[in-house]
């Protein structure tokens, strides 16, 4: 079991910078392969970023490639999504996942935990 909280949402101009954050409990977080996805209403979830449970992998949605970079910190049972350059349309609820494997999961279905997400605002 793993419980997972995210922070560092907020609202920020074309351009700017944010760094979202998910807390993880459980000591077995570095067992697990930790994800991204967002989602604006009326659309489904859609994966972001992912990365493995040691972090030598990693994943971007097309559409982050280049501006977003996921990482984790094993010993502080955080993974981080560092967004730059944000975009309006990268406006959504931001949810972490987790879910024990080796590899790296692109797919929502693929993940057992969920965090309760932190809203992202980019204005124009």
């Known amino acids: 079991q793993v419980q997972l909280v995210e922070s560092g949402g907020g609202l920020v101009q074309t351009g700017g910078s944010l760094r979202l954050s998910c807390a993880a409990s459980?000591?077995?977080?570095?067992?697990?392969?930790m994800g991204w996805f967002r989602q604006v209403p009326g659309k489904e979830r859609e994966f972001v970023a992912a990365?493995?449970?040691?972090?030598?992998?990693?994943a971007y949605a097309e559409s982050v490639k280049g501006r977003f970079t996921i990482s984790r910190d094993n010993a502080k049972n955080t993974v981080y999504l560092q967004m730059n350059s944000l975009k309006p349309e990268d406006t959504a609820v931001y949810y972490c996942?987790?879910?024990?494997?080796?590899?790296?999961?692109?797919?929502?279905?693929?993940?057992?935990?969920w965090g309760q997400g932190t809203q992202v605002t980019v204005s124009s």
């Open positions: 996942a987790a879910n024990p494997a080796i590899g790296v999961l692109t797919t929502a279905n693929l993940y057992g935990y």
């Open positions: 990365i493995s449970w040691t972090g030598g992998n990693t």
């Open positions: 459980g000591r077995t977080f570095s067992s697990y392969a």
